[in-house]
């Protein structure tokens, strides 16, 4: 029904910044919000950020308000992952994940989210 493509990883130093981007395709209702998780190496997947695609509403976890941002391009069909000063504690697989259930409201919980991408590599070290 829905399919997500993260891409933009890569290797930054610390203090950088880099942009992540999740291409979806297949049908996207108003109602559906996308998130952005992380997943470290030995450590749980855990919640960056989360954005209702039709309100627009944004909801971002504690270790990166501030510094990163979510939004969207609906003409694009992708959500972005605004990512800025860049700490090695940031290094992970980042996922794109799409919530259809009915509803606007935002969730950090991995297990409300139907969709999800491949996840690309974010290195921040010097």
């Known amino acids: 029904q829905v399919q997500l493509v993260e891409s933009g990883g890569g290797l930054v130093q610390p203090g950088g910044s880099l942009r992540l981007s999740c291409a979806a395709s297949?049908?996207?209702?108003?109602?559906?919000?996308m998130g952005w998780f992380r997943q470290a190496p030995g450590k749980e997947r855990e919640f960056v950020a989360a954005l209702s695609w039709s309100a627009g509403r944004t909801y971002y976890a504690d270790s990166v308000k501030g510094r990163f941002t979510i939004s969207r391009d609906n003409a694009k069909n992708t959500v972005y992952l605004e990512k800025n000063s860049l700490k090695p504690e940031d290094t992970a697989v980042y996922y794109c994940?799409?919530?259809?259930?009915?509803?606007?409201?935002?969730?950090?919980?991995?297990?409300?989210?139907?969709?999800w991408g491949q996840g690309t590599q974010v290195t921040v070290s010097s």
């Open positions: 994940a799409a919530d259809g259930s009915p509803g606007s409201r935002l969730s950090s919980m991995s297990a409300e989210y139907d969709y």
């Open positions: 297949g049908r996207t209702f108003n109602s559906y919000r």
